[in-house]
Nanobody
């Protein structure tokens, strides 16, 4: 599976962004898909994950109530809708694919996109 993330940019605090991750390959629907982020000088951290069916999701505490992960298995795309953005959300955001649902550690993911920069100004 090859992943291509997009949709990042510069936004003011309180604003919204929608990230997309397009996947190639016919097996997209058999992978759980996750979003991670990495701020400068910090470790890559889990943001959200969605079951291959789309019927299960899990969020980091920092994302609950503000971010929504979704997927379209026809378009082979996973999304991360981010609302009420805060300066501390500034990071490079990565999408990743895992054969198992629920992983919150980077090593549990098999395939990674290249990352898209999100910058939230105060």
């Amino acid at each position: 599976v090859q992943l291509q993330a997009s949709g990042g940019g510069l936004v003011q605090a309180g604003g919204s962004l929608r990230l997309s991750c397009a996947a190639s390959g016919r097996t997209f629907s058999s992978y759980a898909m996750g979003w991670f982020r990495q701020a400068p000088g910090k470790e890559r951290e889990f943001v959200a994950v969605i079951h291959w069916s789309g019927r299960g999701t899990y969020y980091a505490d920092s994302a609950k109530g503000r971010f929504t992960i979704s997927r379209d298995n026809v378009q082979n795309t996973v999304y991360l809708q981010m609302n009420s953005l805060k300066p501390e959300d500034t990071a490079v955001y990565y999408c990743a694919a895992s054969a198992y649902y629920g992983g919150r550690r980077p090593l549990e993911y098999d395939y990674w996109g290249q990352g898209t920069q999100v910058t939230v100004s105060s």
